[in-house]
């Protein structure tokens, strides 16, 4: 594993919706999840699924708002400010 990397977890649709709901964010309304992995390895469908689970919540796609050949690297803080 590199370093910055995650331990990958397993978890149960259930389980994963609770530990979600159970967030209390700091100093705002939002709670961001975020699916990561590689094409085709399911991050779409697991992500309509907490959403159909959560009930309100919404799915917005890297494809929905980045432009085709621009890096998004580094770009988390000032995309995550604008929550």
Known sequence: MRRGESQPVEYELP???ERIRGIQPKDRL???VAVAGRGGSGKTTL???LANAL???NVVHT???ARPGVSLAGSGPAFVSKL
């Open 47 to 49: 992500a309509q699924r």
């Open 15 to 17: 389980d994963l919706v």
């Open 30 to 32: 939002t709670v961001l």
């Open 63 to 65: 494809d929905d708002f």
């Open 55 to 57: 009930g309100d919540a």
